[in-house]
Every structure is written in C-alpha cells, then in structure tokens.
C-alpha cells in the first residue's frame, strides 16, 4: 500500500522547513552611509584606544588646502605626541578674532564624535569656540555650537575632549549623512591660540 502523508505530518515537516530556512536568513548588517576612511589610534595616550581618521589637512603638514582662513596661517611648531608622525612639525595658528573653518566632512550616525589638540599661544585668558557648519534641507546654512576651551587649557599644548557631532545634527537613521564643517573661533579681544591634528571618530560604539 502506498504510503499517505496525513494531514498531521504534513504540518510537522512544512514547520521543520520553514525552521531550516529561517536559520539561514541572517538579517544585513546596517551600513554606515559615509565611505570608510583610514584611521589611527591617535589619541592612546590619553587613554582613548579609539580609532581616528584625520580631518582633510587636518595636521597641517602639507598647508591648510580646503580650509578657510581669516586671520589664521600654518605655521612651525607641532604638538609634541607628534600622532601623525615623527616628522610633524606644524600647527595652525588662529588671532583671536579670527577663524579657521575645515573641509567638509561625511558625519552619519557612526561618525559620533571628533577630537584635537589646541593650546593658547598669548594672552592671559581667551576662549576658543567650537561650532560645526552644516546646511539643512531647505539649504539653509546653520552654525552649531559644540563647546568652547577656555583659558583653563592653558599654554601648553594638550588635548580637546571628545566632542559632540553626530548627536547634534538631524540624523535619526543610518542611511543618512550630512557634510559638516569643523569651526574654530577665538574670542575677539582674547588670547591667540594654536590647533593641530583634528581627527573625527568613525566609529559608533553600543
């Protein structure tokens, strides 16, 4: 007699191989919507194990081509860490009054955060004021503020704190990215001061 697959057994092997496929259906991995960049652990002495990628001319070696400056110019004298390399030997020098805006950067959610080293270069106190420019979708071009160094940094050169960007700009999915500029503006009437080696994070961390 030939055998019949009872109503019973047929439910139990149509569930056993939905079960085996579903197995196999592994959802994708979200991608960040900005293209990857080569990074360094620039700030590991500092105790941030953090991967970096550097702002475009970010530590100035080469002049500050794509950055916009007033009253602001590159010149000798680098951080001492020399992150970059021990052939660094140049910052860039920013009068108070002045500013010095960076190359636009690719920010999505996996570009949290960015981080320099800064000291200031005269004056008894001053402040530098730290924005990032970015356009919104009526094209319009806004100026956020992330933080300002005050005169407690002091003359030596030291590092920033990781600072805010993706968490500031209107960004609620992966797939989306927005073009940023880095600002830097000291106080007018304050102290000069010096920046060298601006690095974004690339990385989003749970």
Not at 106 to 121: G, N, Q
Not at 182 to 189: A, C, I, K, Q
Request: glycine letters at 10%; proline letters at 6%.
């Amino acid at each position: 007699m030939p055998y019949v697959l009872r109503p019973r057994g047929l439910r139990a092997g149509l569930i056993a191989l939905v079960s085996a496929v579903a197995v196999f259906v592994v959802p994708a991995a979200a991608q960040a919507a900005c293209p990857s960049t080569p990074t360094i652990k620039a700030f590991k002495a500092f105790n941030d194990n953090s991967d970096y990628s550097l702002v475009p001319n970010g530590n100035f070696e080469a002049g500050a081509g794509g950055w916009s400056l007033s009253r602001a110019a590159v010149t000798y004298g680098n951080e001492p860490w020399k992150v970059g390399g021990s052939g660094d030997s140049k910052s860039l020098a920013i009068d108070a009054g002045g500013v010095a805006v960076s190359p636009t950067v690719c920010v999505d959610l996996k570009r949290p955060t960015y981080r320099f080293f800064a000291r200031r270069t005269s004056g008894s106190w001053g402040v530098l004021n730290l924005r990032i420019r970015w356009q919104d979708d009526s094209g319009r071009t806004n100026d956020t503020t992330v933080a300002a160094l005050d005169s407690n940094f002091g003359t030596s050169w030291g590092a920033s704190a990781s600072l805010n960007l993706a968490r500031l700009l209107p960004l609620w999915h992966e797939d989306q990215d927005i073009s940023v500029q880095l600002v830097f503006d000291p106080e007018n009437y304050g102290g000069n001061w010096a920046i060298d080696d601006v690095y974004v994070d690339p990385y989003a961390r749970g």
